[in-house]
């Protein structure tokens, strides 16, 4: 809508005068364009539209691995095919969320990353040997409260198990 308004007054305006206005309406359009990929981004990944669940997650932590810092050990068990798209997607950004807060808040070099499925129970566990934290105490940061919306969503149940110096264990259970 702001994009629209602003055209329609250049339009009325002689643009070869004042092309500052042509170059905020550029940016907005730029700014626009972002937030419409982030949001596309957000409702379904490229990555899990091209692959199941099981190689989405492979080819994630191959990417991580990668890089010069973080190496990740993705471990798969049981029957992961025939999961509701909604719920992989929520599984892949779940892992997602632990992934980056490892990365960005543990100062971890090794991370182990297991999904499971039996019957209808799907666990989740993600270990690293960072810098560990008191659950206790930095518990609201908004990757943890996003996390926990998350796994409410899916009814699941979330434990952290961490502490300065130890690492950090986060189990999920749906």
Do not use: W
Request: contains cysteine; aromatic residues 4%; hydrophobic residues 35%.
């Amino acid at each position: 809508a702001a994009i629209k308004m602003n055209m329609d007054t250049v339009q009325e305006e002689d643009i070869h005068k004042d092309k500052t206005k042509l170059h905020k309406l550029m940016r907005m359009v730029e700014e626009t364009t972002t937030e419409v990929r982030k949001t596309a981004h957000n409702l379904m990944p490229d990555i899990l539209t091209r692959h199941n669940l099981e190689q989405a997650l492979q080819i994630y932590c191959e990417r991580i691995n990668a890089g010069e810092g973080l190496q990740v050990q993705l471990r798969l068990y049981g029957p992961l095919s025939g999961i509701d798209k909604h719920i992989e997607l929520t599984l892949y950004r779940i892992i997602q969320e632990l992934t980056k807060n490892i990365i960005k808040h543990a100062h971890a070099t090794e991370a182990v990353i297991e999904l499971s499925r039996a019957q209808e129970i799907i666990n989740i566990t993600v270990e690293d040997n960072g810098q560990g934290f008191n659950p206790e105490i930095n518990n609201n940061g908004f990757g943890l409260q996003n996390l926990r919306y998350r796994v409410q969503a899916l009814r699941g149940e979330l434990s952290i198990e961490s502490a300065p110096g130890i690492g950090t264990t986060i189990l999920i259970e749906f």
